[in-house]
């Protein structure tokens, strides 16, 4: 199915979720690095479904998402995605892309493109943990910093700073 389907409405969706809260069970969260290619059509309707939840400008600024430029990230090893799942399902994910800075070439970041957990899956710590998750994966493969962002209508500040993340810019979007 292609993701103009999933966005014009595709029933598909609502009984994706349904069939993710029929599946969830009380078991654990599995949080685990997994690659684009392997994940590709498992996510595109989660991230319709984030898309729907968190952007903004529906209208204007409509989802495309870029999926050959996901694909060479991915091969290049410089797209790096941390699931959750429970009981096989995936229920979320982070992903960010690893490279140096313009500023900082011998400096390893990462820097967040997305992060998301089903609306049906977020009671507890699991949003909390799948953090934690990307932060040992990426320590791991020698990243220094991590720059991630949140949506003001949908602040996750408190969780960024317990987790010891400190506010260090302000992002501002126009449409021109």
Request: proline share 2%.
């Amino acid at each position: 199915m292609s993701i103009a389907a999933l966005i014009v409405g595709s029933s598909s969706v609502g009984h994706l979720a349904d069939a993710l809260t029929a599946t969830v069970m009380k078991a654990g969260t599995v949080f685990a690095v997994e690659r684009w290619r392997d994940l590709r059509s498992e996510m595109l309707p989660l991230l319709v479904r984030h898309w729907r939840e968190v952007a903004l400008n529906h209208a204007d600024v409509p989802l495309d998402i870029d999926e050959a430029r996901y694909r060479q990230l991915d091969e290049a090893g410089a797209l790096h995605i941390v699931t959750a799942r429970r009981a096989g399902a995936l229920i979320g994910y982070h992903v960010a892309i690893i490279s140096t800075h313009l500023h900082y070439a011998s400096t390893l970041h990462g820097i967040t493109d997305v992060y998301w957990i089903a609306p049906e899956c977020r009671a507890g710590r699991t949003g909390l943990r799948l953090f934690q998750a990307v932060e040992r994966e990426m320590k791991a493969l020698g990243v220094r910093k991590l720059f991630t962002a949140t949506k003001l209508h949908l602040d996750q500040g408190a969780l960024f700073e317990h987790l010891g993340y400190r506010p260090v810019e302000r992002l501002y979007a126009k449409l021109i």
